[in-house]
Protein backbone atom coordinates (compact mmCIF):
# COMPACT_ATOMS: atom_id res chain seq x y z
CA UNK A 1 0.00 0.00 0.00
CA UNK A 2 2.26 2.64 -1.03
CA UNK A 3 1.34 5.96 -2.91
CA UNK A 4 3.68 6.65 -5.33
CA UNK A 5 4.87 10.04 -6.37
CA UNK A 6 6.49 10.00 -9.76
CA UNK A 7 9.87 11.90 -11.07
CA UNK A 8 7.65 13.17 -14.22
CA UNK A 9 4.14 12.18 -15.58
CA UNK A 10 2.59 13.72 -18.76
CA UNK A 11 -0.15 16.09 -17.92
CA UNK A 12 -3.37 17.88 -19.98
CA UNK A 13 -4.53 20.21 -16.87
CA UNK A 14 -5.02 23.74 -17.50
CA UNK A 15 -2.40 25.03 -15.27
CA UNK A 16 0.49 23.16 -17.16
CA UNK A 17 -1.24 24.08 -20.33
CA UNK A 18 -1.48 27.57 -19.39
CA UNK A 19 2.74 27.34 -18.29
CA UNK A 20 3.01 25.84 -21.41
CA UNK A 21 1.37 28.76 -23.76
CA UNK A 22 4.18 31.43 -21.20
CA UNK A 23 7.17 29.16 -21.36
CA UNK A 24 6.92 28.86 -25.31
CA UNK A 25 5.96 32.58 -25.97
CA UNK A 26 9.17 33.80 -24.24
CA UNK A 27 11.05 30.95 -25.60
CA UNK A 28 11.09 30.02 -29.14
CA UNK A 29 13.59 26.79 -28.93
CA UNK A 30 10.70 24.29 -27.75
CA UNK A 31 7.18 23.72 -29.26
CA UNK A 32 4.11 23.71 -27.30
CA UNK A 33 4.08 19.87 -27.66
CA UNK A 34 7.70 19.77 -26.19
CA UNK A 35 6.87 21.67 -22.95
CA UNK A 36 3.87 19.78 -22.48
CA UNK A 37 6.02 16.63 -22.57
CA UNK A 38 8.08 18.11 -20.16
CA UNK A 39 5.92 19.96 -17.43
CA UNK A 40 5.20 18.22 -14.75
CA UNK A 41 7.80 17.16 -12.39
CA UNK A 42 7.62 17.85 -8.54
CA UNK A 43 8.98 20.68 -6.16
CA UNK A 44 11.69 19.30 -5.73
CA UNK A 45 14.22 15.46 -6.83
CA UNK A 46 13.08 14.73 -2.74
CA UNK A 47 9.38 15.14 -3.49
CA UNK A 48 9.27 12.04 -6.06
CA UNK A 49 8.89 9.28 -3.82
CA UNK A 50 6.42 6.34 -2.26
CA UNK A 51 4.58 6.89 1.28
CA UNK A 52 3.03 4.10 2.98
CA UNK A 53 -0.49 4.63 3.21
CA UNK A 54 -1.30 1.65 5.09
CA UNK A 55 0.20 3.11 8.63
CA UNK A 56 -3.00 3.82 9.87
CA UNK A 57 -6.57 2.90 9.19
CA UNK A 58 -8.22 6.32 9.39
CA UNK A 59 -6.17 7.68 6.41
CA UNK A 60 -6.95 4.17 4.34
CA UNK A 61 -10.69 5.48 5.37
CA UNK A 62 -9.91 8.62 3.67
CA UNK A 63 -8.73 7.60 0.43
CA UNK A 64 -11.32 5.15 0.07
CA UNK A 65 -14.12 8.01 1.04
CA UNK A 66 -11.92 10.13 -1.60
CA UNK A 67 -12.18 7.24 -4.53
CA UNK A 68 -15.37 6.56 -3.66
CA UNK A 69 -16.16 10.19 -4.13
CA UNK A 70 -14.06 10.98 -7.24
CA UNK A 71 -13.63 8.91 -10.21
CA UNK A 72 -9.54 10.59 -10.77
CA UNK A 73 -7.27 11.96 -8.86
CA UNK A 74 -7.25 15.44 -10.16
CA UNK A 75 -4.04 17.14 -11.22
CA UNK A 76 -4.81 20.79 -11.18
CA UNK A 77 -3.83 22.64 -8.21
CA UNK A 78 -6.92 24.39 -8.11
CA UNK A 79 -8.84 21.42 -8.58
CA UNK A 80 -7.48 19.73 -5.49
CA UNK A 81 -7.58 22.66 -3.49
CA UNK A 82 -11.27 22.90 -4.19
CA UNK A 83 -11.26 19.30 -3.45
CA UNK A 84 -9.62 19.88 0.19
CA UNK A 85 -11.89 22.28 1.24
CA UNK A 86 -14.92 20.49 0.37
CA UNK A 87 -13.43 17.61 2.12
CA UNK A 88 -12.83 19.61 5.14
CA UNK A 89 -16.13 21.41 5.76
CA UNK A 90 -17.89 18.37 7.28
CA UNK A 91 -15.18 18.93 10.13
CA UNK A 92 -16.23 22.10 11.25
CA UNK A 93 -13.03 23.78 11.10
CA UNK A 94 -13.21 27.54 11.43
CA UNK A 95 -10.01 28.17 10.21
CA UNK A 96 -8.81 27.71 5.76
CA UNK A 97 -7.47 24.35 5.33
CA UNK A 98 -5.29 24.01 2.47
CA UNK A 99 -2.52 21.06 1.54
CA UNK A 100 0.51 22.97 2.99
CA UNK A 101 -1.11 23.25 6.44
CA UNK A 102 -2.30 19.74 6.47
CA UNK A 103 1.11 18.64 5.41
CA UNK A 104 2.70 20.58 7.99
CA UNK A 105 -0.02 19.32 10.36
CA UNK A 106 0.53 15.20 9.33
CA UNK A 107 4.68 15.74 9.91
CA UNK A 108 3.96 17.41 13.49
CA UNK A 109 1.52 14.38 14.41
CA UNK A 110 3.89 12.59 13.13
CA UNK A 111 6.76 13.89 14.88
CA UNK A 112 5.03 13.76 18.25
CA UNK A 113 4.16 10.13 17.24
CA UNK A 114 8.14 9.74 17.80
CA UNK A 115 9.49 9.78 13.76
CA UNK A 116 12.67 10.96 14.12
CA UNK A 117 13.83 13.95 12.06
CA UNK A 118 14.99 11.79 8.68
CA UNK A 119 12.73 9.52 7.84
CA UNK A 120 10.26 11.97 8.59
CA UNK A 121 11.92 14.42 5.56
CA UNK A 122 11.75 11.13 3.96
CA UNK A 123 8.12 11.11 4.12
CA UNK A 124 7.09 14.14 4.05
CA UNK A 125 9.77 14.71 0.84
CA UNK A 126 11.96 17.45 2.05
CA UNK A 127 14.83 18.55 0.50
CA UNK A 128 16.62 19.20 3.81
CA UNK A 129 16.56 18.20 6.77
CA UNK A 130 16.62 22.23 8.10
CA UNK A 131 12.82 22.29 6.40
CA UNK A 132 12.11 19.68 8.50
CA UNK A 133 13.61 21.03 11.43
CA UNK A 134 10.84 24.05 10.87
CA UNK A 135 8.15 22.48 10.76
CA UNK A 136 8.75 20.15 13.63
CA UNK A 137 7.36 22.09 16.48
CA UNK A 138 7.43 19.49 19.92
CA UNK A 139 5.19 20.38 22.16
CA UNK A 140 5.33 20.73 25.68
CA UNK A 141 3.85 17.36 26.64
CA UNK A 142 6.04 15.48 23.52
CA UNK A 143 9.28 17.23 25.84
CA UNK A 144 8.30 15.65 28.68
CA UNK A 145 7.16 12.28 27.44
CA UNK A 146 10.40 11.56 25.60
CA UNK A 147 12.55 12.18 29.35
CA UNK A 148 10.05 10.31 30.99
CA UNK A 149 10.94 7.49 28.49
CA UNK A 150 14.77 7.93 28.90
CA UNK A 151 14.33 8.19 32.45
CA UNK A 152 12.24 5.60 33.29
CA UNK A 153 14.42 2.62 31.16
Known amino acids: MLL ?6 LSECGYCRRQAVQETAHNEEHTHEEVMEARW ?9 SIPIDLSLRLELCLERFT ?12 VNR ?19 L ?11 GVAPV ?18 RISER ?12
Do not use: M
Open 68 to 79: DQYESFPRSRTT
Open 83 to 101: RVTVAAEPANIDARVYLHC
Open 142 to 153: ATTDALRQVQHR
Open 119 to 136: PLQALIGWSDLATAQKYI
Open 41 to 49: HPKTVASAR
Open 4 to 9: RIPQHE
Open 103 to 113: RATAASYRAYQ
